[in-house]
């Protein structure tokens, strides 16, 4: 936790060897709180991105309010993950409490438009999250991944040790990203590019 005494010199400790980013960020802490803007200060000084896990009041709470945390770093890039991050595709998002909505989404949600709006936002396709997110409306996704082609990164978020079938989010994320990718240019970023670029590998 960021606020226990010597947790930013214990995560600087592993930037000064070289970590290429802070993450995963899972704190039960607001996303503005003082606490939270000392690891974007740290972030912005080693110029690493900071992986954020998004769960409505338990991680990182207060996305609605993050928009200010993206004007007030704009030299830290942020990667939005998990539930919250991926039930906010959807504008018409019944209740925050919603992990794994499902149907149709309405594009236009605050995922959506933080993604548009600031440079420094992306997003991590990860997890039973990330594959909800396609697999809900692979008619939606097909947009928002052309629109975001250059702002998304594939992670697996487990270990996959099977390595196929659908015990295995990470393959099952991967045929989604090829099943709505609009073209293989679209599905190189979102597979590898993004991520080499965005941690600088």
Avoid at 42 to 66: D, I, K
Avoid at 164 to 192: N, Y
Wanted: glycine share 8%; charged share 25%.
């Amino acid at each position: 936790m960021p606020d226990l005494p010597g947790a930013i010199q214990e995560i600087e400790k592993y930037l000064k060897l070289g970590a290429p980013v802070i993450g995963e960020s899972k704190f039960g802490l607001d996303c503005d709180s003082p606490e939270m803007q000392k690891i974007y200060e740290l972030a912005q000084e080693y110029n690493v991105p900071v992986h954020q896990h998004w769960l409505f009041n338990m991680y990182n709470r207060g996305l609605e309010r993050f928009h200010k945390m993206l004007e007030k770093y704009p030299k830290v890039n942020f990667i939005g993950h998990a539930q919250t991050w991926w039930a906010n595709v959807d504008k018409d998002l019944k209740t925050q409490n919603m992990m794994y909505p499902v149907g149709k989404v309405t594009p236009g949600g605050l995922t959506d438009r933080l993604l548009s709006d600031y440079p420094n936002m992306y997003g991590d396709l990860a997890a039973p999250s990330g594959l909800n997110f396609f697999l809900r409306d692979e008619d939606h996704a097909r947009g928002f991944l052309d629109r975001h082609q250059d702002k998304l990164v594939f992670g697996s978020d487990c270990t996959d040790k099977l390595g196929h079938g659908p015990s295995c989010a990470g393959a099952m994320i991967i045929a989604a990203v090829r099943r709505t990718s609009s073209s293989k240019i679209v599905e190189r970023k979102l597979l590898f590019e993004n991520a080499k670029k965005l941690l600088r590998l």
